[in-house]
Each structure stands twice: as C-alpha cells, then as structure tokens.
C-alpha cells in the first residue's frame, strides 16, 4: 500500500444514516469503540491498584490476560488511527504507559529509561511497597532463608542440560 493511502484521512459511514463525515461520525466510531475495547470486563486491560482516588480510573495492561499480542497491537493501531484523525479519546493511562510510548519513540531510542518502583507504584502501590520492604530487608543475606526467595533465576540462553542461572539481582 503506498504512503499516501496510508495518510488520508479516515471517513465513517454508518449503514442506514446518510450524511458527509465532517468529523462526527468518524468521533462516534471512537466514542463506540474504544471505551468495549479498554473495559477491564473485555480482559485485555485491568484497573490500576494505585494509591490515590485520583488513579482509580486508570487501566493498565491485565498481568492475567492471555490474548495474543495481535489483539493489543489491533488496540494501539485503533489508539494511533484516533490521534491521526484529531479525535480525542477518554482512555486514562498511568503516566508510566506514557513515558514508555516516549521512550519507544525513534527520536529517543537512545534515551530509554528503565522502569523504577516509583513507576510500578503508580500502577500498583501495595506491590511496589511490598518489593521496596523486601529490598530494604536486613541482613540482606537472610532473603532467601526468610522469605523462601532467591535473586536467581534459569538462564533461558542456556542449554537445558547446563542448568545455568542468572542473577537477577547484581
């Protein structure tokens, strides 16, 4: 397909209303769409576990959901054609999923950032603070005996025979 078909703008028709796309119908579309699409019932998205009432409305990718990643890929592409098309959609995401779409951007491919625990808290703050206590945990030796958990892990590179872990944890 060339560029230029790829650019033009897009133009709804709903069947059994007759009028021109000036912009409203092609909003309906969205307006219809996106909110079944990011409902937590659908699975693909859930509510964030954030701290603060302000965050109640968020939704964040669902850690639970085993759909396939053409099926997110079909929502980014239907998020993307709405931003093409000037329709702005009533979809809050944590400031986190924000910075990632930046970071992914060519023009910082160079200034990616590492997610932190002050991100994970914005998206989930019990799990943040729980992973905050165990870091802070002393004697930090005594992780593994205490809480039954080791810093390591099955390198997935390595042949299966080797056995080889890696530390998660340097």
Known sequence: VPDAELKKELKVVFEGEAGVDEGGPRKEFFQLLVPQLFDPIVGMFARTAGGSAAVADEIFFNAACDWYDTE????????GLAVYNSVVLEVRLPRLAYAKLLDAAPANAEAERPATLADLAEVDAELAAGLRLLLDFEPAADV??????CFVDEDPLAPAADNAVVELVP
């Not at 593994?144 to 958990?149: A, K, L, P, Q």
């Open 72 to 79: 997110f890929e079909l929502a980014g592409l239907l998020v």
């Open 144 to 149: 593994e005996d205490t809480f039954c958990r």
